[in-house]
T-cell receptor
Framework: GDSVTQMEGPVTLSEEAFLTINCTYT??????LFWYVQYPGEGLQLLLK?????DKGSNKGFEATYRKETTSFHLEKGSVQVSDSAVYFC??????????FGKGTKLTVNP | AAGVIQSPRHLIKEKRETATLKCYPI?????VYWYQQGPGQDPQFLIS???????DKGSIPDRFSAQQFSDYHSELNMSSLELGDSALYFC?????????FGPGTRLLVL
C-alpha cells in the first residue's frame, strides 16, 4: 500500500531561519500530495497541495514541489516565524481517496 | 466559509460503554471520511462514505460502525469501548480530492 516517510523531529529553529522538512512517498500510479499542519490543541489544516508531477504548492510562505523522479515532496519556508510552531504532516492520496499520513514532524520556532 | 462540524468536542466514557460521534460535512460535500489519531501518532483512516454508501474501509475495529444519512451527516458508533480507543477522532469531507477536516472529537476512555 501507499506510504509516506518524513523527516523525524522534533525540529527547533530560531525565528527567520530556513526550514526544510523532507518527505518521500511510495504509491502506485500518480497520487496527489499534501502538507497538513496541526497547531497545538487544534485540528488538521490543509497547508498546500500538488496533484501532478512538477506542480508546486504554496501557501503562507511555504512551498513544496512534486518530484516524481525522486518521489519527494519536501516542504520549505525561507523565514520561519514563532507562529509556525506546529506539527507538519506529509500526506499522499491514491486511487482509493483515503489519505495516508507520514508520522509528522514537530517544529518549534524560538524568538 | 462553513467548515466541518463535529460533536461532541470532548467525550469521557468508561470501559465497555458505547459512544456516538457525529460529523456534519461542508455543504455540498458528498464524501465523508473518519480518521483516528492516537496520542503522538499520525491519523489513521477508519472508513469513508460517498453518497451515503460505504466507499472504503481501513483499520476500523469490528466494534465500530458508521453510516451516512440522507442529509449527508455521518455518525461513528463505538461499542464495548477499550482504554486503547482513547484518541482524537477526525471527520473530513470533500467534494473532489481535497479533504477538509473538522476540529475533532477527543475521546477519553477510563
Amino acid at each position: 500500500g501507499d506510504s509516506v516517510t518524513q523527516m523525524e523531529g522534533p525540529v527547533t529553529l530560531s525565528e527567520e531561519a530556513f526550514l526544510t522538512i523532507n518527505c518521500t512517498y511510495t504509491a502506485t500510479g500518480y497520487p496527489s500530495l499534501f502538507w497538513y499542519v496541526q497547531y497545538p490543541g487544534e485540528g488538521l489544516q490543509l497547508l498546500l497541495k500538488a496533484t501532478k508531477a512538477d506542480d508546486k504548492g504554496s501557501n503562507k510562505g511555504f512551498e513544496a514541489t512534486y518530484r516524481k523522479e525522486t518521489t519527494s515532496f519536501h516542504l520549505e519556508k525561507g523565514s520561519v516565524q514563532v507562529s509556525d510552531s506546529a506539527v507538519y504532516f506529509c500526506v499522499t492520496q491514491g486511487g482509493s481517496e483515503k489519505l495516508v499520513f507520514g508520522k509528522g514532524t514537530k517544529l518549534t520556532v524560538n524568538p | 466559509a462553513a467548515g466541518v462540524i463535529q460533536s461532541p468536542r470532548h467525550l469521557i466514557k468508561e470501559k465497555r460503554e458505547t459512544a456516538t460521534l457525529k460529523c456534519y460535512p461542508i455543504p455540498r460535500h458528498d464524501t465523508v471520511y473518519w480518521y483516528q489519531q492516537g496520542p503522538g501518532q499520525d491519523p489513521q483512516f477508519l472508513i469513508s462514505f460517498y453518497e451515503k454508501m460505504q466507499s472504503d474501509k481501513g483499520s476500523i475495529p469490528d466494534r465500530f460502525s458508521a453510516q451516512q444519512f440522507s442529509d449527508y451527516h455521518s455518525e461513528l458508533n463505538m461499542s464495548s469501548l477499550e482504554l486503547g480507543d482513547s484518541a482524537l477522532y477526525f471527520c473530513a469531507s470533500s467534494q473532489k480530492e481535497t479533504q477538509y477536516f473538522g476540529p475533532g472529537t477527543r475521546l477519553l476512555v477510563l
